[in-house]
C-alpha cells in the first residue's frame, strides 16, 4: 500500500476493502490502469495496421506488444474468454 501515493481512488478502494481476494485486486488494477479486456485485444490485434508515420520496426514491436498483452490476459484468473496462444500468434504472423 505504501507504494500507492495516500489521497489517490485507487489506494482508497484498497485500503477500505475486506477480504480483498487476488482476483478482486486484479479488477481493481486493470480497470483503474484501464487495461483492456481480451476480447478487445483480440479485436486490436485482428485490426493492426501500419501507419504511413510508422516504421517497420515501430508497427512490429506495437503488434509484439499487442500480442504479449493477449497472451498475459489470457492466462489470468478469472478471464471471461481465454485465448488459445497459437492462434494469438497467427494472428501476430497476419499482421
Known amino acids: ?3 500507492i501515493t495516500p489521497g489517490q481512488y485507487l489506494r482508497n478502494i484498497l485500503e477500505t476493502t475486506e477480504n480483498l481476494t ?8 486493470q480497470s483503474h490502469y484501464v487495461e483492456k479486456s481480451t ?6 490485434l485482428t485490426s493492426l495496421a501500419q501507419s504511413p508515420q510508422e516504421s517497420t520496426i515501430q508497427f ?3 503488434c509484439m506488444s499487442v500480442r504479449q498483452k493477449l497472451v498475459l490476459a489470457s492466462k489470468s484468473p478469472g478471464v ?5 496462444e497459437v492462434l494469438t500468434k497467427r494472428l501476430f504472423l497476419k499482421a
Open 80 to 84: 471471461e474468454i481465454p485465448f488459445d
Open 1 to 3: 500500500m505504501q507504494a
Open 60 to 62: 512490429t514491436y506495437r
Open 39 to 44: 476480447t478487445d485485444l483480440y479485436q486490436a
Open 22 to 29: 487476488l482476483d478482486r485486486l486484479m479488477k481493481f488494477l
